[in-house]
């Protein structure tokens, strides 16, 4: 638990264990979000991340902003390029694996059907499952070169692979594709 207090606006002060945010300094991060382009579904988790900083920061024994409403403003603008980085990273993420697939010859519906629902069977995973799945298989890399680019054990690997892979196998008869 906080203790102590933090600034809020100019020169008012708050207890520690308040909201670090009023109601309109919320509607401005909002929209500094939304304006940002973060999807509406996303704007919760982006004022909470500006909540959390605040409440770090504190914790820390750094000094409040000056300006609360002016600085949670600076870390929504930041928070909302960060979300695009990761959009294009995972973009280009599945540019590169698309480019890694053979070219599909046209084989028939049931190969477009176990596309769909192994593709849909990953969106599920757990996103460390996912990884490792993707990076064992469609990346191809060994267990061991897996285990040491993410730093976990190769144990660890193996485990997400055997259960992200049962998983996988349960939604395909799930599916009836298999």
Do not use: C
């Not at 382009?37 to 820390?60: I, N």
């Amino acid at each position: 638990m906080l203790r102590g207090r933090t600034r809020r606006g100019r020169g008012s002060y708050v207890a520690a264990d308040d909201d670090p945010l009023d109601a309109a300094q919320e509607r401005r991060v909002r929209a500094v979000l939304a304006l940002g382009g973060v999807p509406q579904a996303d704007l919760p988790d982006g004022v909470q991340q500006v909540r959390l900083r605040l409440l770090e920061r504190a914790a820390s024994g750094r000094e409040a902003p000056r300006d609360v409403s002016a600085w949670a403003a600076v870390v929504a603008s930041n928070l909302a390029m960060d979300w695009h980085r990761a959009k294009r990273r995972q973009e280009r993420l599945g540019e590169r694996l698309a480019s890694l697939r053979p070219a599909e010859s046209p084989s028939g519906e049931e190969n477009s059907l176990l596309s769909l629902a192994v593709a849909r069977g990953l969106d599920e995973l757990p996103d460390a499952q996912r990884q490792v799945v993707v990076l064992r298989f469609y990346a191809d890399l060994p267990v061991r070169s897996i285990a040491e680019q993410l730093g976990v054990p190769e144990g660890t690997v193996k485990s997400r692979l055997h259960t992200a892979v049962r998983a996988l196998r349960a939604r395909l008869h799930e599916d009836e594709v298999v």
